[in-house]
């Protein structure tokens, strides 16, 4: 059995890895270009996961996304906000926080 540690780890890196690539992405890209909708390869590619994960990922509703007849599409703005909301503080700011409750 892997460290669980080491995996939660590399999600984190895998991630944070993925807000560098979304956030350098963002600032090449035209004016009102967020709002695009997705196709799945294209949502899989921005994401940078398989075609198959991004459709369990829909399956089980963990991913906004919309579906017409067959097809599923996705907003990139919503996939980003999806990304930001998995953000998790650094240990300083952890640490900050304990600070401040500590010190009320």
């Not at 399956?59 to 919503?78: A, H, L, T």
Request: proline share 3%.
């Amino acid at each position: 059995m892997e460290n669980p540690f080491q995996e939660l780890y590399e999600r984190l890196d895998r991630i944070e890895g993925l807000l560098v690539s979304v956030r350098d992405h963002k600032a090449s890209e035209p004016e009102g270009e967020e709002d695009r909708l997705l196709n799945v390869r294209e949502a899989a590619r921005f994401l940078g996961d398989a075609v198959a994960t991004l459709y369990g990922r829909t399956s089980k509703n963990e991913i906004p996304f919309y579906k017409r007849g067959k097809k599923v599409y996705f907003k990139k703005s919503e996939l980003l906000a999806w990304i930001e909301q998995g953000r998790v503080k650094s240990q300083k700011e952890i640490q900050e926080e304990t600070a401040l409750r500590l010190n009320q």
